[in-house]
């Protein structure tokens, strides 16, 4: 079901230790800034990595890297992808713009930037799973 946070997913055919039902919650990135904001635990992080995170990996280049991986790599648009997409991604980004990102930033931490793209593509990719399936299976 989609709601206003996010997606749940639930099993209703497993429970846990304690005997409840299982469920997953993926929640908007929107939401958990804004939740992170009302209770105060907000970093403001102004490193070059995160903005170069920010400015290059956008939500065109990741669907691109995403579809090309699909399309021509012939992997599932599932989160598996995940073991792809974010190094495709940071490879996409120095491939097309290394010499923009040397001539605007100084300090680049490649373990940062690699972390920030991931969160970035697993959005991505459970937004592409929530428009490729078909209509009458998403609630609103």
Not at 64 to 80: C, P, T, V, Y
Request: with cysteine.
């Amino acid at each position: 079901m989609v709601g206003k946070e996010g997606i749940v997913i639930k099993n209703y055919g497993r429970m846990n230790q304690w005997g409840r039902q299982l469920f997953a919650k993926i929640v908007r990135e929107d939401f958990k800034e804004t939740n992170r904001a009302v209770f105060g635990s907000v970093k403001q992080d102004t490193s070059d990595t995160k903005k170069i995170a920010e400015a290059y990996a956008t939500e065109a280049r990741i669907r691109k890297r995403a579809l090309s991986l699909i399309n021509e790599g012939g992997h599932k648009l599932d989160r598996g992808l995940m073991r792809f997409l974010p190094v495709a991604v940071v490879q996409d980004i120095f491939k097309e713009e290394t010499d923009e990102i040397c001539k605007q930033f100084k300090n680049i931490n490649l373990p940062t930037l690699k972390q920030s793209v991931a969160k970035k593509c697993l959005n991505i990719i459970d937004k592409m799973m929530v428009e490729a399936m078909p209509k009458d299976e998403v609630e609103e």
